[in-house]
T-cell receptor, first 115, second 114 residues
Framework: AQTVTQSQPEMSVQEAETVTLSCTYD???????LFWYKQPPSRQMILVIRQEAYKQQNATENRFSVNFQKAAKSFSLKISDSQLGDTAMYFCAFMIIQGAQKLVFGQGTRLTINP | DGGITQSPKYLFRKEGQNVTLSCEQNLNHDAMYWYRQDPGQGLRLIYYSQIVNDFQKGDIAEGYSVSREKKESFPLTVTSAQKNPTAFYLC?????????????FGSGTRLTVV
């Protein structure tokens, strides 16, 4: 069974700082996707960034980037120039490409951006 | 606009009562999913369906039931057998196969036992 672990239940940084959220996962599969989702206080789940395991290049989306280390099974999210609107729960998630394509989520990290 | 609609936003259930949460999508997605969210536990999969008239149990299916009579709809019934139903429930949809961009989520239903 696949598992996803987020070791930081809560984090807090000042506005404009850079913050990195950690995620590790466990799988014996070689082809999969990894995702970071954001859940603001509205509780709407929003896709932040996506990584395909067969791609070595780290994904980036504006201020958001990942550090994907396949051998270490690590998938951290870096938020640059953090903004108040980045305050949210962040979930790391894993999906095997074959089969039912179910998303397996980590426990989440609550990120607070302080003014 | 395409999306997923969950209703109601808030739902109250009395002890011993069955309640049904609605989930409708107009994204033409084949696959639909139900997740339960509790504090500190992330999202856990209850049931999923990849095609009409077929569905599979997820990790925490006990006390829940679903149906998939139409591609657009995947209602979740929380039965009286679910002993601790108070939680936030999220419905999602996505491609059943191929290039995957992740799920699209509904806005959720907050269920409270009274």
């Amino acid at each position: 069974a696949q598992t996803v672990t987020q070791s930081q239940p809560e984090m807090s940084v000042q506005e404009a700082e850079t913050v990195t959220l950690s995620c590790t996962y466990d799988t014996s599969e070689s082809n999969y996707y990894l995702f970071w989702y954001k859940q603001p206080p509205s509780r709407q789940m929003i896709l932040v960034i996506r990584q395909e395991a067969y791609k070595q290049q780290n994904a980036t989306e504006n201020r958001f980037s990942v550090n994907f280390q396949k051998a270490a099974k690590s998938f951290s999210l870096k938020i640059s120039d953090s903004q108040l609107g980045d305050t949210a729960m962040y979930f790391c998630a894993f999906m095997i490409i074959q089969g039912a394509q179910k998303l397996v989520f980590g426990q989440g990290t609550r990120l607070t951006i302080n003014p | 606009d395409g999306g997923i609609t969950q209703s109601p936003k808030y739902l109250f259930r009395k002890e011993g009562q069955n309640v049904t949460l609605s989930c409708e999508q107009n994204l033409n997605h084949d696959a639909m999913y139900w997740y339960r969210q509790d504090p500190g536990q992330g999202l856990r999969l209850i049931y999923y369906s990849q095609i009409v008239n077929d569905f599979q149990k997820g990790d925490i299916a006990e006390g829940y039931s679903v149906s998939r009579e139409k591609k657009e709809s995947f209602p979740l019934t929380v039965t009286s057998a679910q002993k601790n139903p108070t939680a936030f429930y999220l419905c999602a949809s996505g491609l059943a196969q191929g290039y995957h961009m992740g799920y699209t989520f509904g806005s959720g239903t907050r269920l409270t036992v009274v």
